[in-house]
């Protein structure tokens, strides 16, 4: 039903914010989804509304690939999906950055739509 209803993360990921990366350091592999659906959860009752949003989280991802922490760099201005979009991005798993080869742990931006329309981010 719809409170299983899964949304697409928008295009992959923005460009990753790599924390304590300067010039002189070699290119930077950003991490990558392992799966095209992100876990969140659209809040019911804004779904019945149809009330659609985005809010823009950044992850710290692991050297394995797990999410260590969710900020929100833009709310959607609703807390509900704020709150989805922290909780969902929680859940996301990644294959790691990498630099010289070796897998690092890294801050990445993730943009997370809320809507109803099929290409707009997801549709269930």
Do not use: H
Not at 31 to 58: C, H, I, K, N, S
Request: proline letters at 7%.
């Amino acid at each position: 039903m719809y409170q299983t209803a899964f949304r697409r993360i928008a295009p992959i990921l923005a460009t990753a914010a790599l924390s304590g990366a300067c010039a002189t350091d070699q290119q930077i592999e950003p991490p990558a989804p392992l799966f095209q659906e992100v876990p969140v959860q659209y809040p019911l009752d804004l779904w019945d509304r149809d009330v659609e949003g985005e809010t823009l989280v950044r992850v710290r991802v692991s050297d394995t690939g797990a999410v260590r922490e969710v900020e929100i760099l833009e709310s959607s201005g609703i807390e509900a999906f704020d709150s989805a979009a922290v909780a969902g991005a929680m859940e996301m798993r990644f294959e790691p950055a990498t630099r010289n080869g070796k897998r690092i742990e890294v801050w990445a931006r993730l943009p997370i739509r809320f809507t109803k329309r099929p290409g707009r981010g997801g549709g269930a």
